[in-house]
C-alpha cells in the first residue's frame, strides 16, 4: 500500500499566489471587460538587457558548432558565473567569498525549500511574520511545523513585524535552530541596518543556529547603512547560508537562474553533537539531484554582471523605485499609511477603515480593478495590511494610482 506524504494535509488552503491568480482569473471572466491591473504577485515586467541579449545569441551560436557545443555542465554552475558573482556581489563589497561556496541553481523559491534536506526534521525554525509563503510551507511538507491552531503552526517560532516595532523583528525568547531572514524584506519592503542584521548574528553565534537569509531583493537597497549581503556583517559567514537569484535584479523571473552561497565554515550539528560542514552536504544533494542551469542562460546572467550590465539593469531598477515612489505618495494623498518602496520594490500599506485584508484585495479589485496581494496571505501579522509591487509598467502604475485617488470609495 502506497502512503502518502500526509504532512501535506496540515498546508492550510493553495500557495497564495496560485490563490490570487484563481481569483484575479474569476473576476476577468465575470467582467470581460476589466482593464485589471496586477500589481500583486512580484514578476518584473521590463525586458531583458540588451547586454543579456547579446550573450544569449552568442550562446545559442556556440551550442549549434559541434568545436562549441556544450552538454552537461558542472552541476555547481560553470566557473566563468561562479567567479563573476563572486567579484561583483561579494568581493566588491568587502565579503570575500570563495567562488567554490556559490552553487548556481534555477531558483531561490525551490532552493530555499530544498535546503531543508540537508537539517534534521527536529530543528526548531524560526521566522519572521508576515513571510514569503514558500519558508512555512516547505517546512510543512517537511514535517517540521507541528498541527495549525489559531493562525499559526505550533512547532514554528513566528517573530511579528508590524508598525508598533517598526517592523524589526525582535530576537525569539526560545532558542531556536534555524532562522529564515529576508532582506529587503518581502513582504514588507523594510530593511535591516548593519547593526539590527549583526544582532541576529550574534545570537546565531551563540546558539550554533542557521541563518537563511534570502536577499532576492538585494539590487534594491539604496541606503548606505544597509548591508546588500549578510557576509558585510563579522562572523556570519559561520553561521549563515545566502540565497539570491538574478529574478528581480535582471529581469530573470521567466529565464531563471539564482545561486547559494554557503561559506564551508558554516556547520551544523549530529545528534552526538559533532559539528559538520554543511557545504559538501548540500554538494552532495545538488550532484544527485540537479544537472545545472542551462549554459545559455548562465552566459545571460555572466553579462548581466559585466559592467554594461550593471548599468542596464540599474536602469531598470532606477524605473521600478521611480513607480514605488509614485505609489507610495498615491497611497498617502488618499490617507493610506504606506511603508518600504524605499530599499525595496514592494510597499507594504495598512488596510484603510479597519478592513481586513482579503476585504481590501476585493474591493481594490472590485472597484479600481487593481490586483494586490492580502498581507495575511503572508501570515497572521500581515493582517489588516497589503502588498503592492512597483514591477509594473510606469503607464499601469500611473493609471493605478489614478484610479486610487479618483475611483476607489474609502468612505
Ligand atoms: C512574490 O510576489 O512574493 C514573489 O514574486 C514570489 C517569488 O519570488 O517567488
Given at each position: 500500500m502506497a502512503r502518502i506524504n500526509e504532512n501535506y494535509f496540515n498546508l492550510q488552503g493553495n500557495y497564495l499566489f496560485a490563490e490570487i491568480g484563481k481569483r484575479v482569473e474569476r473576476f476577468k471572466a465575470a467582467h470581460p471587460d476589466a482593464?485589471?491591473?496586477?500589481?500583486?504577485?512580484?514578476?518584473?515586467?521590463?525586458?531583458?538587457?540588451?547586454?543579456?541579449?547579446?550573450?544569449?545569441?552568442?550562446?545559442?551560436?556556440?551550442m549549434g558548432e559541434a568545436s562549441s557545443f556544450r552538454g552537461y555542465g558542472p552541476e555547481q554552475g560553470y566557473p566563468f558565473l561562479r567567479e563573476?558573482?563572486?567579484?561583483?556581489?561579494?568581493?566588491?563589497?568587502?565579503?570575500?567569498?570563495?567562488?567554490?561556496?556559490?552553487?548556481?541553481s534555477d531558483g531561490s523559491k525551490c532552493d530555499t525549500g530544498n535546503i531543508l534536506e540537508i537539517f534534521g526534521t527536529d530543528?526548531?525554525?524560526?521566522?519572521?511574520?508576515?513571510?514569503?509563503?514558500?519558508?512555512?510551507d516547505t517546512n510543512v511538507m517537511s514535517g517540521r511545523s507541528g498541527p495549525y491552531k489559531d493562525?499559526?503552526?505550533?512547532?514554528?517560532?513566528?517573530?511579528?513585524?508590524?508598525?508598533?516595532?517598526?517592523?524589526?523583528?525582535?530576537?525569539?525568547?526560545?532558542?531556536?535552530?534555524?532562522?529564515?531572514?529576508?532582506?529587503?524584506?518581502?513582504?514588507?519592503?523594510?530593511?535591516?541596518?548593519?547593526?539590527?542584521?549583526?544582532?541576529?548574528?550574534?545570537?546565531?553565534r551563540e546558539n550554533k543556529a542557521i541563518i537563511l537569509f534570502d536577499a532576492a531583493y538585494e539590487a534594491y537597497v539604496r541606503e548606505d547603512d544597509i548591508p546588500h549581503t549578510i557576509y558585510e556583517i563579522p562572523g556570519a559567514d559561520e553561521v549563515a547560508i545566502e540565497f539570491n537569484s538574478f529574478s528581480k535584479s535582471a529581469a530573470f523571473t521567466g529565464t531563471?537562474?539564482?545561486?547559494?552561497?554557503?561559506?564551508?565554515?558554516?556547520?551544523?550539528?549530529?545528534?552526538?553533537?559533532?559539528?559538520?560542514?554543511?557545504?559538501?552536504l548540500w554538494?552532495?544533494?545538488?550532484?544527485?539531484?540537479?544537472?545545472?542551469?542551462?549554459?545559455?542562460?548562465?552566459?545571460?546572467?555572466?553579462?548581466?554582471?559585466?559592467?554594461?550590465?550593471?548599468?542596464q539593469t540599474g536602469e531598470i531598477i532606477d524605473y521600478y523605485m521611480a513607480n514605488a515612489e509614485i505609489i507610495k505618495e498615491g497611497l498617502k494623498s488618499?490617507?493610506?499609511?504606506?511603508?518600504?518602496?524605499?530599499?525595496?520594490?514592494?510597499?507594504?500599506?495598512?488596510?484603510?477603515?479597519?478592513?481586513?485584508?482579503?476585504?481590501?484585495?476585493?474591493?481594490?479589485?472590485?472597484?479600481?480593478?487593481?490586483?494586490?496581494?492580502?498581507?495575511?496571505?503572508?501570515?497572521?501579522?500581515?493582517?489588516?495590511?497589503?502588498?503592492?509591487?512597483?514591477?509594473?509598467?510606469?503607464?499601469?502604475?500611473?493609471t493605478a494610482v489614478d484610479r486610487i485617488k479618483n475611483k476607489l470609495k474609502l468612505k
Amino acid at each position: 500500500m502506497a502512503r502518502i506524504n500526509e504532512n501535506y494535509f496540515n498546508l492550510q488552503g493553495n500557495y497564495l499566489f496560485a490563490e490570487i491568480g484563481k481569483r484575479v482569473e474569476r473576476f476577468k471572466a465575470a467582467h470581460p471587460d476589466a482593464d485589471v491591473i496586477k500589481l500583486g504577485i512580484g514578476d518584473v515586467t521590463r525586458p531583458l538587457t540588451p547586454a543579456v541579449i547579446a550573450s544569449m545569441h552568442t550562446a545559442v551560436d556556440e551550442m549549434g558548432e559541434a568545436s562549441s557545443f556544450r552538454g552537461y555542465g558542472p552541476e555547481q554552475g560553470y566557473p566563468f558565473l561562479r567567479e563573476k558573482i563572486a567579484d561583483v556581489k561579494y568581493t566588491r563589497r568587502g565579503a570575500a567569498v570563495d567562488k567554490d561556496e556559490i552553487f548556481i541553481s534555477d531558483g531561490s523559491k525551490c532552493d530555499t525549500g530544498n535546503i531543508l534536506e540537508i537539517f534534521g526534521t527536529d530543528n526548531k525554525i524560526a521566522i519572521t511574520d508576515p513571510v514569503y509563503p514558500v519558508y512555512v510551507d516547505t517546512n510543512v511538507m517537511s514535517g517540521r511545523s507541528g498541527p495549525y491552531k489559531d493562525g499559526k503552526y505550533e512547532n514554528i517560532t513566528y517573530i511579528p513585524c508590524t508598525i508598533e516595532n517598526n517592523f524589526v523583528p525582535e530576537l525569539p525568547k526560545d532558542k531556536v535552530d534555524i532562522i529564515y531572514l529576508c532582506y529587503p524584506n518581502n513582504p514588507t519592503g523594510m530593511v535591516l541596518n548593519k547593526s539590527q542584521l549583526k544582532k541576529w548574528v550574534d545570537y546565531a553565534r551563540e546558539n550554533k543556529a542557521i541563518i537563511l537569509f534570502d536577499a532576492a531583493y538585494e539590487a534594491y537597497v539604496r541606503e548606505d547603512d544597509i548591508p546588500h549581503t549578510i557576509y558585510e556583517i563579522p562572523g556570519a559567514d559561520e553561521v549563515a547560508i545566502e540565497f539570491n537569484s538574478f529574478s528581480k535584479s535582471a529581469a530573470f523571473t521567466g529565464t531563471r537562474c539564482a545561486y547559494t552561497l554557503i561559506p564551508k565554515k558554516v556547520m551544523a550539528y549530529s545528534s552526538s553533537g559533532e559539528a559538520h560542514p554543511l557545504h559538501p552536504l548540500w554538494n552532495r544533494r545538488h550532484t544527485t539531484k540537479f544537472n545545472g542551469v542551462s549554459y545559455i542562460v548562465q552566459r545571460a546572467a555572466e553579462a548581466a554582471l559585466s559592467e554594461e550590465g550593471l548599468k542596464q539593469t540599474g536602469e531598470i531598477i532606477d524605473y521600478y523605485m521611480a513607480n514605488a515612489e509614485i505609489i507610495k505618495e498615491g497611497l498617502k494623498s488618499v490617507g493610506i499609511q504606506a511603508f518600504g518602496g524605499v530599499n525595496s520594490p514592494y510597499i507594504w500599506l495598512k488596510t484603510p477603515n479597519g478592513m481586513t485584508s482579503w476585504q481590501f484585495f476585493d474591493k481594490l479589485l472590485n472597484d479600481v480593478s487593481i490586483a494586490g496581494t492580502p498581507g495575511a496571505g503572508f501570515g497572521r501579522s500581515g493582517e489588516g495590511y497589503f502588498r503592492l509591487t512597483a514591477f509594473g509598467s510606469r503607464e499601469n502604475t500611473y493609471t493605478a494610482v489614478d484610479r486610487i485617488k479618483n475611483k476607489l470609495k474609502l468612505k
